[in-house]
Nanobody
Framework: QVQLVESGGGLAQAGASLRLSCAASGRTSETYAMGWFRQAPGKEREFVAVISWSGKITEYADSVKGRFTISRDNAKIAVHLQMNSLKPEDTAVYYC??????????????????WGQGTQVTVSS
């Protein structure tokens, strides 16, 4: 088990940028793929991005491709989500998730073993 703590959420205007971070603790000697999901009010949680342990594989939801970038720092056991050109529809609670093996498809929530508590991102128009 690993514990995940997200940070970096907040309020931004449309077109601005935010950077989310997720720090992992616990059984970090094991390797994990790390993902980001989000849940807007009244909507189901949805996949945003995932990165493999090596960092060589990344996948993105179509809605964020070209705007969001996922990266990881294995020395610090952290994963980041750089969000550029934010839109009001990006408003959601963003969750970090860890998987022992990269889920196929990456959007499968039941493929992730551990979840953070979430961080709110609000984008105003």
């Amino acid at each position: 088990q690993v514990q995940l703590v997200e940070s970096g959420g907040g309020l931004a205007q449309a077109g601005a940028s935010l950077r989310l971070s997720c720090a992992a603790s616990g059984r970090t000697s094991e390797t994990y793929a790390m993902g980001w999901f989000r849940q807007a009010p009244g909507k189901e949680r949805e996949f945003v991005a995932v990165i493999s342990w090596s960092g060589k594989i990344t996948e993105y939801a179509d809605s964020v491709k070209g705007r969001f970038t996922i990266s990881r720092d294995n020395a610090k056991i952290a994963v980041h989500l750089q969000m550029n050109s934010l839109k009001p529809e990006d408003t959601a609670v963003y969750y970090c998730a860890a998987a022992r093996f990269l889920p196929i498809p990456a959007s499968r929530m039941d493929g992730y073993d551990n979840w953070g508590q979430g961080t709110q991102v609000t984008v105003s128009s």
